[in-house]
């Protein structure tokens, strides 16, 4: 059964990813594209370090293996603070992250830790989430480029067309 003491981790860790959210997207004020970026990969790290905590993401909490996870949001951390918060430089990073998760996911799997369906939709999810963010940060890094916020399904990574001084698009 869960207590009030069972919930202040919980809480502690969501108004620390409250503080980072705001931290980080506060640099870039109105660029919403990169702060649904950013939301998407501090909520993906938030799930898993949540689950780790809580129920343990392979077999108990104190379980050994569950401390490859703790891998995983690190891997995006570290690169966030490399990459300066540069939306193209995180989208790098996250997708080294997806890449971390589904490594975690396979090994977990090759080791049989617990049934095989679960494991493989749950780490599914997660390199699915750390993907998405990546690929909404590379929109974001799109429509930074051309001074504009231009709507999350508007900014086009691969437009590289520009204005030139007489207006003509080019």
Known sequence: MWTVFNFLPLAGLAAAFVA????????RPGNGVYKCAVGLALAGAFVVIWLNLAVGIIGEPDNLA????????????IGGVVARFEPRGIARTLAAT???????????L???????MGLAVLNGAFVALSAGS???FE???????????????????HDHRRQDSL????
């Not at 569950?66 to 951390?77: K, R, S, T």
């Not at 997806?98 to 977990?108: L, R």
């Not at 207006?167 to 080019?170: L, R, S, V």
């Open 110 to 116: 090759a080791a049989s830790f617990q049934p095989r």
């Open 20 to 27: 980072v959210f705001a931290v980080v997207t506060g640099r």
């Open 134 to 136: 990546a690929w909404v």
């Open 98 to 108: 997806a890449g971390a998760q589904a490594a975690v996911g396979a090994i977990a």
């Open 139 to 157: 929109r974001a890094a799109g429509a930074s480029a051309r001074g504009s916020e231009g709507g999350p399904f508007r900014a086009s990574i």
């Open 167 to 170: 207006g003509k698009w080019t």
């Open 66 to 77: 569950n401390l490859m996870y703790v891998g995983v949001p690190a891997v995006g951390g």
